[in-house]
């Protein structure tokens, strides 16, 4: 372990309080904790040269872990690299751990190499910061060090979950060693309390829900959660309760409204009226439809309940009424039994209006012409059930909503940039060997995440199938940029590229499809091989597409 005393201090109270993950980038000035971390037998490091992929590789692995897992690099312009991940953590609640090795605050804009100013640099998007002196040996300086490791570690998991950075300077010589004992340091740790409602409240709650003809529980992003799932099926037998979900809430259910803009797109005002909420009440992070955002910010409901333990003033829908701190399963078990049966044919008239609209969707799949949505419903007719699914942003996860399937779904919805989502499933499907993973993406997108590819851990257990439509194919179905004259060259950015080559010199197979005749039986091929690495690569054609989804807009319209 090295010599100073402070970093011991930083590693030793880190492997006291259960951190376990570390992702480490290159560098000198990080020596002594790179050193220190990698020589102590509680931690499992990880090597990612490029300091964007592994804040995402990291995220990746905390989200399938749902424990902390730390991010570390040498000083200078490497820790901006982490920006990205750190604002999606931020936004999605993920906790990392952010450790920023630097120099001495001395050399502070003294004309030093590699030598910036990191304090607090990540200032809007970690939940704290903190500034541990590399250096300390006095024992107030190296009490302090475990304070600050003990309350931020804590608060990554509690409080509001997220990032916190810790930014570490320290002064050479940076590779000096020395055996000590490992003793753990006094470090603490907090419990997380249970939350429950007074009667008072849950009897005021329970009569707003009764009084309500229309209830709506909108569910955004959420991690996969049986008691979650049981909780909301729960609340559905209610007949004027009706559940919408998208595929990052994964929650699944025949009575759910699983494909929101499927269901709502052409509504006339009537419809609008009959199905509007009276009660909305919203669980979850973001919600990827516009249009269901749009229908609720024009049709307010008369009371919004938002549930979230840690944010839950976010009013989203401009109609907070009510903000419960709590857990959602929590919530809904608790006020299940005072809630008194409605006559209502509120859920009736959603399922009905379900079912029409999916049986128009089945007729112009059968019918359509060769181009991304029916690249996408092949894609679920062969994906196993089993499988973990990643999906780009942009897209990608547009198309994925008008699709049923039941997989474990991620998709980086925090900030909803395509940075990162190669190395976010790269870091998910590391921290899950045991699951096979597959990550849907945009031709845009893997290429500018390619380094999400670069990295040592060799990794078989997940495929990736790219949409190649010829550039930032979004800005053809999204109104605004697809009239634009600068739409090819400043929007889509039309690229004239495949990844036969990349899949190559990673090391990775590769497969394309360049013509519909070619769809069914690459993707069995690509499915049947479960342990290798696999890029299928699928191209479409980018004046097709929109054309091909514009009429699909308007045959869910029909009379």
Same mark, same amino acid.
């Given at each position: 372990?090295?010599?100073?005393?402070?970093?011991? +201090?930083?590693?030793?109270?880190?492997?006291?309080?259960?951190?376990?993950?570390?992702?480490?980038?290159?560098?000198?000035?990080?020596?002594?904790?790179?050193?220190? %971390?990698?020589?102590?037998?509680?931690?499992?490091?990880?090597?990612?040269?490029?300091?964007?992929?592994?804040?995402?590789?990291?995220?990746?692995?905390?989200?399938?872990?749902?424990?902390?897992?730390?991010?570390?690099?040498?000083?200078?312009?490497?820790?901006?690299?982490f920006g990205p991940s750190i604002a999606e953590a931020y936004y999605q609640k993920i906790p990392l751990i952010v450790l920023t090795a630097d120099r001495p605050k001395?050399?502070?804009?003294?004309?030093?190499? +590699?030598?910036?100013?990191?304090?607090?640099?990540?200032?809007?998007?970690?939940?704290?910061?903190?500034?541990?002196?590399?250096?300390?040996?006095?024992?107030? *300086?190296? &009490?302090?060090?475990?304070?600050?490791?003990?309350?931020?570690?804590?608060?990554?998991?509690?409080?509001?979950?997220?990032?916190?950075? @810790?930014?570490?300077?320290?002064?050479?010589?940076?590779?000096?060693?020395?055996?000590?004992? *490992?003793?753990?340091?006094?470090?603490?740790?907090?419990?997380?309390?249970?939350?429950?409602?007074?009667?008072?409240?849950?009897?005021?709650?329970?009569?707003?829900?009764?009084?309500?003809?229309?209830?709506?529980?909108?569910?955004?992003?959420?991690?996969?959660?049986? $008691?979650?799932? /049981?909780?909301?099926?729960?609340?559905?037998? @209610?007949?004027?309760?009706?559940?919408?979900?998208?595929?990052?809430?994964?929650? #699944?259910?025949?009575? %759910?409204?699983?494909?929101? *803009?499927?269901?709502?797109?052409?509504?006339?005002?009537? !419809?609008?009226?009959?199905?509007?909420?009276?009660?909305?009440?919203?669980?979850?992070?973001?919600?990827?439809?516009?249009?269901?955002?749009?229908?609720?910010?024009? #049709? #307010?409901?008369? @009371?919004? &309940?938002?549930?979230?333990?840690?944010?839950?003033?976010?009013?989203?829908?401009?109609?907070?009424? /009510?903000?419960?701190?709590?857990?959602?399963?929590?919530?809904? /078990?608790?006020? #299940?039994?005072?809630?008194?049966?409605?006559?209502s044919d509120y859920k009736k008239k959603w399922l009905q209006l379900k079912e029409k609209k999916e049986i128009r969707h089945d007729h112009f799949i059968g019918h359509?012409?060769? !181009?991304?949505?029916?690249? %996408?419903?092949?894609?679920?007719?062969?994906?196993?059930?089993?499988?973990?699914?990643?999906?780009?942003?942009?897209?990608?996860?547009?198309?994925?909503?008008?699709?049923?399937?039941?997989?474990?779904?991620?998709?980086?919805?925090?900030?909803?940039?395509?940075?990162?989502?190669?190395?976010?499933?790269?870091?998910?499907?590391?921290?899950?060997?045991?699951?096979?993973?597959?990550?849907?993406?945009?031709?845009?997108?893997?290429?500018?995440?390619?380094?999400?590819?670069?990295?040592?851990?060799?990794?078989?257990?997940?495929?990736?199938?790219?949409?190649?439509?010829?550039?930032?194919?979004? @800005?053809?179905?999204?109104? $605004?940029?697809?009239?634009?004259e600068e739409r090819a060259l400043f929007y889509e950015t039309a690229m004239k590229t495949n990844a036969e080559k990349i899949a190559a010199h990673y090391n990775w197979?590769?497969?394309?499809?360049?013509?519909?005749?070619?769809?069914?039986?690459?993707?069995?091929?690509?499915?049947?091989?479960?342990?290798?690495?696999?890029?299928?690569?699928? %191209?479409? *054609?980018?004046?097709?597409?929109?054309?091909?989804?514009?009429?699909? &807009?308007? !045959?869910?319209?029909?009379?």
């Amino acid at each position: 372990m090295s010599d100073k005393k402070g970093i011991q +201090q930083i590693v030793l109270s880190f492997a006291a309080l259960g951190l376990k993950e570390i992702v480490i980038c290159p560098g000198s000035r990080n020596a002594p904790l790179v050193t220190s %971390f990698n020589r102590h037998p509680g931690f499992h490091c990880t090597s990612i040269r490029d300091e964007r992929a592994a804040g995402f590789f990291a995220l990746g692995k905390a989200l399938a872990l749902k424990e902390p897992v730390a991010l570390l690099c040498t000083s200078g312009s490497a820790p901006l690299n982490f920006g990205p991940s750190i604002a999606e953590a931020y936004y999605q609640k993920i906790p990392l751990i952010v450790l920023t090795a630097d120099r001495p605050k001395t050399w502070t804009d003294q004309g030093d190499g +590699q030598t910036i100013n990191q304090t607090h640099v990540f200032r809007n998007y970690t939940r704290f910061g903190y500034e541990l002196n590399g250096d300390a040996a006095s024992p107030a *300086d190296l &009490w302090f060090i475990r304070r600050c490791v003990s309350e931020g570690f804590n608060n990554t998991r509690f409080l509001n979950p997220g990032p916190v950075h @810790f930014n570490v300077p320290m002064s050479e010589p940076l590779y000096r060693t020395e055996h000590i004992e *490992d003793v753990a340091p006094r470090v603490f740790t907090k419990e997380s309390v249970e939350n429950r409602l007074g009667e008072t409240t849950l009897k005021k709650l329970a009569s707003v829900f009764s009084s309500c003809q229309k209830v709506m529980i909108l569910t955004g992003q959420h991690p996969t959660d049986k $008691g979650f799932l /049981n909780a909301v099926i729960q609340m559905s037998r @209610f007949d004027n309760l009706i559940v919408l979900t998208e595929s990052t809430s994964n929650i #699944h259910h025949p009575e %759910f409204i699983e494909q929101i *803009d499927r269901c709502i797109t052409g509504l006339d005002e009537v !419809s609008v009226q009959e199905l509007q909420p009276d009660l909305l009440i919203t669980v979850g992070g973001a919600i990827v439809s516009k249009r269901i955002k749009s229908l609720l910010r024009n #049709h #307010h409901p008369s @009371f919004h &309940w938002h549930i979230d333990p840690f944010d839950s003033t976010m009013d989203t829908y401009q109609s907070l009424t /009510n903000a419960i701190s709590m857990d959602p399963a929590a919530f809904f /078990n608790q006020l #299940h039994p005072y809630i008194n049966i409605v006559s209502s044919d509120y859920k009736k008239k959603w399922l009905q209006l379900k079912e029409k609209k999916e049986i128009r969707h089945d007729h112009f799949i059968g019918h359509s012409k060769y !181009s991304d949505l029916k690249v %996408f419903h092949e894609i679920y007719q062969h994906l196993p059930d089993t499988t973990v699914l990643h999906i780009a942003n942009s897209s990608p996860i547009r198309y994925a909503q008008l699709f049923s399937q039941t997989n474990e779904t991620y998709c980086n919805r925090g900030a909803s940039g395509i940075d990162g989502c190669t190395a976010t499933a790269m870091g998910t499907a590391a921290a899950l060997p045991h699951k096979n993973h597959l990550l849907i993406t945009g031709d845009v997108a893997f290429h500018y995440d390619v380094n999400g590819l670069w990295n040592d851990e060799h990794i078989q257990n997940l495929k990736i199938i790219i949409i190649n439509n010829g550039g930032g194919g979004i @800005f053809r179905i999204i109104e $605004g940029p697809d009239e634009a004259e600068e739409r090819a060259l400043f929007y889509e950015t039309a690229m004239k590229t495949n990844a036969e080559k990349i899949a190559a010199h990673y090391n990775w197979n590769y497969l394309a499809v360049k013509e519909e005749q070619q769809l069914t039986g690459r993707l069995s091929e690509f499915f049947r091989s479960e342990r290798k690495r696999t890029i299928l690569e699928i %191209f479409t *054609d980018a004046d097709t597409n929109p054309a091909v989804l514009k009429a699909y &807009w308007a !045959s869910l319209n029909e009379s």
